[in-house]
């Protein structure tokens, strides 16, 4: 067991010594838990493949799913791809900093370690101050993936890093709340037509905005059937799951309240703890179970910073079945229903 230093960052200037000390930590191939606008990530020198090794020991990662790599200036991307098009300049002009990942062709500098070996390499420029000083500081690119342990719900919380790292790694930079709450937008330009592999932050309608049609892959909403070769490796594993059981329902919202209070009774009488997922605009019409509200229906970004720490604490609580209302898929209600979706192992009831 390795001892893990929990450090507060408050200030990003009274607080420089330990972005300092994390960084020493990234340039001497050890990893380092860092907080971003989306949720927290387990980074280490990205190239360096004895460090990126580390990670994936770190969070029990099947060797074949890769990792985004984190840059905090354009000459970096330059770097790691091949070229750069028009369409990704002009994201990247719109976006970054931000909840942004876009996959391109890679140069042989980068290690088949991230990519798992795929001739591709996906990058993100984060917005988090935090994130940022970092990989200045350690000048050198980053790979994260988020810091959970694999299979559990990405970490919006230096606490839920902790639970799952601790004596794992050697340090964790707690920069507060993630603010965006679910992982960044995956995006792929080496198709003829981009395509979202993975919904979240920067949503498909701010995305065709700028570049007209984009399409969205169907392992966003499907699980794959055996022998399927998905294009992110990353939406063949079941994801985002708490120990619970996740059912959600789906329909006209009376339905959606009398069909949930339903089975939040059988399930109680059947002996099962049960937690119920809901909006602000349904919460009071519930009466049995533990019953938590991710916000209104009406600000799905509010809906999508909570998710994960719900389902978080539905596990502290002892939930044996989660009872999720579904959401409306416009603007970032599409990541919020794929990650519930695949918490739930695509088990949706439509009432
Ligand atoms: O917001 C985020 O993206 C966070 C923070 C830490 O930046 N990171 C994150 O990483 O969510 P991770 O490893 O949990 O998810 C990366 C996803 C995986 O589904 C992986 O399969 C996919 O991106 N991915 C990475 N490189 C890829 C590539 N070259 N082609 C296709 N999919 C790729
Ligand atoms: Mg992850």
Known sequence: MIKTELLKIGDLEGDLEKIKRAASLIRQGQVVAFPTETVYGLGANALDPGAVDKIFKAKGRPADNPLIVHIDNIDSWSMLVETIPDQALDLAEAFWPGPLTIILKKKDLVSDKVTAGLDTVAVRMPSHPVARKLIELSAC???????????????????????????????????????????????????????ILRPGGVTREMLELVLGEVLLDPSVFSSLEEGQKPRSPGSKYKHYAPKAQVTIYKGRQDRLIAG??????????????????????????????????????????????VLFSLLREFDDL????????????????????????RAAGFSIVDL
């Open 260 to 305: 949930i209070s339903k089975e939040a009774q059988r399930l109680i009488q059947a002996g099962q703890r049960v937690g119920i997922l809901t909006t602000d605009e349904n919460k009071a019409s519930y009466k049995d179970g533990i019953i938590r509200s991710m916000g209104s229906r009406q600000r799905p970004e509010d809906l999508a910073r």
């Open 141 to 195: 690119p980053i790979a994260a993936p988020s810091a959970n342990l694999s299979g559990k719900p990405s970490p919006t919380k230096a606490l839920h890093v902790m639970e799952d790292m601790q004596g794992r790694i050697p340090m964790i930079l707690d920069g507060g709340d993630a603010n965006v709450g679910l992982e960044s937008t995956v995006l792929d330009l080496t198709f003829d037509l981009p395509i």
């Open 318 to 341: 002892g939930v044996d079945h989660i009872l999720a209302e579904g959401v409306d898929t416009k603007n970032e209600g599409l990541a919020v229903m794929n990650r519930l979706a």
